[in-house]
Structures are given as structure tokens and as C-alpha cells.
């Protein structure tokens, strides 16, 4: 077996300074919780990506009560405004606390008798597996990086 021992001072107080950065994570976590706040903002205020439009049944419903035209999951906008981030040590956390939530993520059958469905409109930037996006998994990426490098 080899075996080599680092006699380097820099090399040392680099890697004892990497130590205690992964010993609380609070800063980059809340980096973290921040922009996937922002990305699900975001997505509420351009309808997507890939949102399916409403049905001629809803735009007729939202016309008569004077909420057409407007944003898709908006009309009392109590969803969107419900948005919260969380971060500690070894967290990052966006939830949004409304019951009628994960119909709107993942889609479903609704209604009285469960007969109307509602087509998925992702808010969350999670797939319909529960996996973050690829966008949402670059962005953590470059979070991680600078908290890391030390900026």
C-alpha cells in the first residue's frame, strides 16, 4: 500500500477550511431555498413552462365572474402568495401550504364526484417523479460551487 502524508501548511488550512464550511450549510442552503422560490415565482408569472391552457368550460366560468383574462392559477392568487422557503444546516425547503396544491402540480381528477380532471401545471421545479429539474439541479450545482469556492 502507499501511503502519503500532506506536509503543507496552505494545503492543510485549505482543507481544514472546507471542513468547517460543511459543517453548516445554513448559507448555501438558503441561497438554495431562495432560488427554487424564485423559479416557482417565476413560473407562476409565465404560466410554465409547458402549461396547458384553460378549457373553453373554465375561460366562460372566469368571463362571467370577471376574472378573464388573466393568469391560470391566479384568480384569488392565495396559491401563489402561499410560497415559502425554509433553510438550516443541511436544508432547503419551498412549500406551499394550500390543500389544493398538488392537484395543480400533478394533475388529477377533481370536483364533485371527482369528474372534472385538471391537467398538470407544474408550479414546483420538480418533475411529476418528485426529481428536481435540470434547470433546478444546474442552478444548485453553481450555488454549491460558489459557497465552496469561497464566494
Avoid: C
Avoid at 106 to 128: E, Q, S, Y
Wanted: proline share 7%; net charge neutral.
Amino acid at each position: 500500500m502507499i501511503e502519503i502524508d500532506i506536509d503543507d501548511r496552505e494545503v492543510t488550512q485549505a482543507l481544514e477550511r472546507l471542513q468547517r464550511k460543511v459543517a453548516d450549510l445554513t448559507p448555501a442552503m438558503r441561497d438554495i431555498a431562495q432560488a427554487l422560490e424564485s423559479e416557482t415565482e417565476r413560473r407562476f408569472d409565465v404560466e410554465g413552462p409547458g402549461w396547458p391552457g384553460l378549457s373553453p368550460t373554465t375561460i366562460r366560468q372566469r368571463e362571467k365572474s370577471g376574472h378573464w383574462p388573466g393568469k391560470m392559477l391566479q384568480v384569488s392568487g392565495d396559491l401563489a402568495r402561499s410560497i415559502e422557503s425554509e433553510a438550516g444546516p443541511r436544508h432547503a425547503l419551498v412549500s406551499v401550504n394550500k390543500r389544493y396544491a398538488a392537484i395543480h402540480q400533478f394533475g388529477g381528477k377533481a370536483g364533485r364526484g371527482r369528474n372534472v380532471t385538471i391537467p398538470a401545471r407544474p408550479f414546483l421545479p420538480i418533475d411529476a417523479g418528485g426529481a428536481l429539474t435540470e434547470p433546478a439541479r444546474e442552478t444548485i450545482g453553481e450555488i454549491i460551487a460558489r459557497y465552496l469556492a469561497g464566494r
